[in-house]
Nanobody, 123 residues
């Protein structure tokens, strides 16, 4: 498994922006698809965005399309989530995850998880 450490969370007003980072311990990160998920108390974990190992394809949940952008720098073993036009409903703990495969398949393909970073959006 890959060790993942998220950073960049914080408190922001609605309409503001944050950039989350996920640093990975593995130098072969380019072989793995990466994803961002979020969890709020009392709710199931929600898929937010994913990117293939090569970075050529990205996927988003409908609620963040046009506002969030996932990207990766394989040379730095880091994945990013740029979040713009934040809304109070984006408040959650955001987790980075690594898949065992390069393409994006099922959520169960993600087998390494970070501890998460809190994002709080005030109205």
């Amino acid at each position: 498994q890959v060790q993942l450490v998220e950073s960049g969370g914080g408190l922001v007003q609605a309409g503001g922006s944050l950039r989350l980072s996920c640093a990975a311990s593995e130098r072969t990160l380019r072989s793995r698809a990466m994803g961002w998920f979020r969890r709020t108390p009392g709710k199931a974990r929600e898929f937010v965005a994913a990117i293939t190992g090569s970075g050529s394809s990205t996927y988003y949940v409908n609620s963040v399309k046009g506002r969030f952008t996932i990207s990766r720098d394989n040379a730095k073993n880091t994945v990013y989530l740029q979040m713009n036009s934040l809304k109070p409903e984006d408040t959650a703990v955001y987790h980075c995850a690594a898949s065992w495969r390069g393409n994006i398949g099922a959520e169960t393909d993600f087998d390494s998880w970070g501890q998460g970073t809190q994002v709080t959006v005030s109205s």
